[in-house]
């Protein structure tokens, strides 16, 4: 009975062991090839969006394309004491990579003028296989899984915030 217990144990802990190794792959190939990306100077076309009746003052969307498709897309908002920057990553028109920058500000003042020093910026790097959240990685997690059901939700999010961008860009063609 030992035996099979331990057996059993193995079994669990070298299944799970593989199913990291597979994601590491895939974090490892991905971030290769949106350093990739990030290299390409030479792009087919670069269009600013303004968008207007955004949750914050200033928000501005940016395609990136070559060959005739969009490959990385650009929203970046701000408001007083807040900027928020997602980059969204394509590959073969679906989405690969999300990294999403938060800044936050506060205000410092002086008897002379006041002026905005960063106080923290939170990260988030979300990896999709196939339009699937696969993995989410933030500077505040030391790195944790988040579960199944987590990563589904979050995943549909970042898909529908998606599709609203690529029909405010369609849009405005």
């Not at 059993?8 to 290769?32: K, V, W, Y």
């Not at 988040?146 to 063609?173: M, N, P």
């Amino acid at each position: 009975m030992k035996k099979i217990i331990a057996i059993l144990i193995f079994m669990f802990f070298n299944a799970i062991n593989g199913q990291n190794s597979q994601i590491d792959s895939l974090i490892m190939f991905t971030n290769e090839v949106v350093n990739e990306m990030n290299k390409i100077n030479d792009w087919d076309e670069v269009i600013d969006y303004k968008i207007e009746n955004f949750s914050f003052e200033n928000a501005s969307l940016k395609t990136f394309s070559k060959y005739k498709k969009d490959i990385k897309i650009v929203l970046e908002s701000s408001n007083q004491l807040l900027k928020l920057v997602k980059i969204y990553y394509l590959k073969k028109d679906k989405l690969l990579y999300v990294l999403a920058r938060e800044t936050q500000y506060k205000e410092m003042q002086d008897a002379k003028n006041s002026n905005k020093v960063a106080q923290e910026v939170f990260e988030t790097k979300s990896y999709f296989e196939d339009d699937i959240l696969v993995r989410q990685l933030d500077n505040t997690d030391a790195s944790c899984l988040f579960s199944h059901d987590y990563l589904t939700a979050e995943g549909s999010s970042i898909l529908d915030e998606l599709k609203v961008l690529k029909q405010l860009i369609a849009s405005a063609k």
